[in-house]
């Protein structure tokens, strides 16, 4: 199991076809949500989890080609892109929007409205040069510039691009392999972790010279509000 989000005083750790809640401040297990199958609150695959500010839960249901998301006292909800995804990967929203990473070899990025589930647009053309993605995994949004963050497997580097779709930049990792994991602080300022685990990099939005910290930060990769703790703890690492 890995973390894969949290909110408030709570986290989440998640695996194929669960995931399991746990209270900061104590440690103890709160709930555990889901089973293997193909109906509401069931998952095959879980991917990411992204918990909005004001606490509903969206999953990328990686087998089961959708998004799920769930209220805030993890009553199901709505499924989001059914029939239109082809093996999500990552998820993340705002106010208006889902966004959701798949593994489409024409566009990795999919919109949908947050209120009722209609598909908007798709961006992130799929490729290897200037504004193109190879293999999209996790996302996260950009609250100050609001934009679109994901991490690209297969080029070892994260791209952004405007909630529009417009691309803005690249952040190139090519001396780490295999990023996967993203978060954002309320600032703009990214967290980006390693497929395995191995490591942890702080990237300041202006910057592309990540800051390489020790493994015990990575169980906080994921969260959502309250992501300043993490940037506290990593500029200790400078």
């Known amino acids: ?36 199958g193909t109906g509401a609150l069931e998952f095959d ?3 990411q989890i992204h918990v909005t500010v004001d606490g509903f839960v969206f999953c990328a249901d990686r087998r089961n080609n ?24 990552g ?17 990795s990025i999919k919109v949908f409205c947050r209120s009722d589930g209609t598909f908007v647009r798709s961006f992130a053309p799929y490729g290897d040069g200037e504004g193109h993605v190879l293999y999209a995994r996790e996302l996260c949004y950009m609250p100050q510039s609001r934009c679109i963050a994901t991490t690209d497997v297969d080029m070892w580097r994260v791209t952004v691009y405007t909630v529009n779709g417009a691309f803005v930049r690249h952040l190139d990792f090519d001396w780490y392999n295999q990023i996967k994991h993203i978060a954002c602080t309320a600032f703009d300022e990214l967290i980006v ?14 910057e592309a010279i990540p800051i390489r910290c020790s493994l015990i930060e990575v ?20």
């Open 193 to 206: 972790g390693q497929y395995s685990g191995q490591w942890l990099a702080f990237v300041a939005s202006s």
């Open 45 to 47: 695959g879980l991917a």
């Open 91 to 107: 998820v993340c929203s705002d106010c208006d929007y889902v966004y959701v990473s798949d593994k489409d070899r024409a566009h």
């Open 1 to 36: 199991s890995i973390l894969l989000a949290g909110s408030g005083s709570e986290r989440f750790f998640g695996g194929e076809d669960c995931f399991r809640v746990y209270r900061v401040a104590d440690g103890v297990l709160l709930r555990t949500i889901g089973r293997r």
């Open 219 to 238: 169980h906080w990769l994921g969260c959502a509000p309250g992501c300043g703790k993490v940037v506290n703890m990593m500029r200790k690492h400078r």
């Open 66 to 89: 959708r998004v799920q998301a769930l209220t805030p006292t993890y009553a199901f909800q709505a499924f989001y892109g059914c029939g239109m995804l082809t093996r999500p990967e």
